[in-house]
């Protein structure tokens, strides 16, 4: 088919066809296919693949732990500036289960207990874990300034039963093998039969910090009690008739909420377990999870774009912010507005029972005079911050570090005489990092689940409209431009004359009559040159036709 002869109109129709098309198909049909894809990978209903990483996570968490060493105890004791060394790190294997799971189909929840495992791993560690520090007494001390701040008409009864457990008493300060301080446990002497001894042994094994070693002495660690225990019944949403709720915590030990705060709202459950989260949040969402260690939820907000493994993420980061003026937190607070942990802190003393402060390690984002009074603190981003590079349509989290500071808030026993002189001051004890870096194992899965599928709609959203607004615009063009368009014809002139030679310009017609010699002038002399054919005669033309 000739160029000029193409309908331009009904080309132009299907380039207008193929880009509504690409649209349609790019901003409405796709998207609600890979969302429903999403939605049914990451319910927790039985038989998703997101039930059963979250029933057990297949790979363990990182775990590392840092001790603050006190390299003059004796300065402190006289009320001199503690000065502390960053000792670590142990690094551990951690692994999360969740068993005895029940599902509740009309509720669209699951109920399950879960389960924190740690394995020692000396190759991967700085440590031995044999290594001697020397820190606060993590539990003397710890009834002693609990019981002066909230109990202070028991300070004689427990002052005396501090002084027959741990006599000789020579220090407010402890100097323990590492593993026992962690895990193995420190024994603890209640073979006294005095009243105050035994009643001081008596509360704190109610309270869950020690645990028996044999009928006249118990063990107190920092980790040990927690060691492949159950860690609390929880009952959480499947995700099912919401997918915004899925994992959201609703009750903690038959509990909906809990009763430590001075306030309702700091005494929600606000977000998940944080081992998993909803998809499909914005920028504007914070990633919000409840820890039981703490006793409250936290949230990390976005900061910038990332990239981790070559694909794009969104980097969160989390504040602990600043309770004294944030009256939505003042809940948080022993008494609003004066007396609130500092800037960057938590006090945990009515989740913990002691006088335990939370922060970044190193007092990282805190306020400057935490750092001042500390020798040996050195707080830097890379190593200190909580961060966590996130993929927000699949609400995947793929490279995260959870860092965590335990200080106690330290300070003078008044009226004894061996602690009367210590300094007031927040003094670091340990910190923890709780983390995991997905490989390139699952990077790939998410890369081939989601961008590969993302690039291709991204390849069919542009190819249609640039070939399907070009294609229309161009068939555009060409249409108007064809019909628009002319051709030249030379005009006739009937007037014109003038004398035509017998031989060459006139030829005698069947009537005998000559044509216009003008006429002659305009058609091409096709015959010219022919031979005139002689005329037949009648009888000629009979014998013919016979």
Not at 6 to 22: E, S
Not at 102 to 113: I, K
Not at 308 to 315: D, F, N, R, T, V
Not at 319 to 334: A, I, Q, S, V, Y
Request: charged share 25%; proline share 7%.
């Amino acid at each position: 088919m000739d160029f000029k002869e193409r309908n331009f109109k009904k080309i132009g129709m299907i380039c207008v066809c193929i880009l509504i098309g690409g649209i349609v198909f790019s901003y409405g049909i796709f998207p609600a296919i890979l969302r429903f894809m999403i939605k049914q990978n990451v319910l927790l209903k039985p038989g998703t693949q997101m039930r059963g990483m979250f029933e057990k996570i297949p790979f363990p968490l990182d775990f590392k732990l840092h001790i603050f060493n006190v390299t003059n105890p004796e300065q402190v004791m006289r009320g001199g500036k503690p000065r502390v060394k960053d000792v670590g790190p142990l690094y551990f294997e951690e692994w999360k289960e969740k068993f005895d799971t029940v599902d509740n189909e009309e509720e669209d929840t699951l109920t399950f207990t879960l389960r924190n495992t740690w394995i020692f791993r000396p190759d991967l560690s700085a440590l031995t874990g044999d290594e001697i520090v020397t820190v606060p007494h993590p539990l003397m001390m710890s009834v002693l300034l609990s019981v002066q701040r909230d109990r202070e008409a028991m300070m004689p009864l427990v002052t005396k039963g501090v002084n027959i457990m741990f006599e000789p008493l020579e220090s407010a300060f402890l100097k323990v093998r590492i593993m026992d301080l962690l895990f193995d446990g420190i024994l603890i002497d209640c073979s006294s039969h005095d009243f105050a001894a035994k009643a001081l042994c008596s509360g704190m094994d109610s309270e869950g910090a020690l645990s028996p070693h044999n009928e006249t002495h118990f063990k107190f660690s920092l980790f040990g009690l927690r060691n492949h225990t159950d860690a609390g019944r929880w009952v959480v949403y499947r995700g099912a008739k919401n997918i915004r709720d899925v994992g959201r915590v609703i009750s903690y030990n038959d509990e909906p909420e809990m009763d430590i705060w001075d306030g309702d709202e700091c005494n929600q459950y606000i977000g998940t377990d944080s081992t998993i989260f909803p998809p499909f949040l914005s920028k504007q969402d914070k990633l919000w999870a409840w820890s039981p260690e703490i006793c409250r939820s936290i949230g990390a907000h976005y900061v910038h774009k990332s990239k981790y493994a070559g694909l794009p993420m969104s980097y969160f980061e989390l504040d602990f912010g600043d309770l004294k003026n944030e009256p939505h937190n003042h809940c948080f607070c022993r008494d609003p507005p004066d007396d609130c942990p500092p800037k960057g802190t938590m006090d945990l003393s009515p989740c913990l029972g002691g006088p335990i402060i939370a922060s970044k390690p190193h007092f990282y984002g805190a306020d400057p005079k935490l750092i001042q009074a500390v020798d040996g603190l050195e707080p830097n981003k890379d190593d200190h911050d909580v961060y966590i590079h996130f993929e927000l349509f699949t609400g995947s989290p793929v490279s995260a570090a959870k860092r965590l500071q335990f200080s106690m808030d330290f300070g003078p026993i008044h009226g004894h005489e061996l602690f009367d002189q210590l300094p007031q001051v927040v003094l670091p004890m340990f910190w923890a990092e709780e983390g995991a870096s997905l490989n390139k194992t699952w990077t790939n899965q998410l890369k081939y689940q989601l961008f590969l599928g993302l690039k291709f709609n991204a390849t069919v959203k542009w190819l249609t409209i640039v070939f399907g607004t070009v294609g229309a615009i161009a068939s555009a063009y060409m249409h108007f431009r064809k019909d628009q368009k002319t051709t030249n014809v030379t005009p006739y002139n009937a007037s014109t004359t003038g004398t035509v030679p017998t031989s060459a310009n006139a030829h005698e017609s069947d009537n005998g009559k000559v044509m216009d010699a003008t006429l002659g002038k305009n058609i091409p002399a096709l015959i010219e040159g022919l031979e005139k054919v002689p005329k037949k005669s009648t009888i000629e033309v009979q014998h013919e036709r016979y």
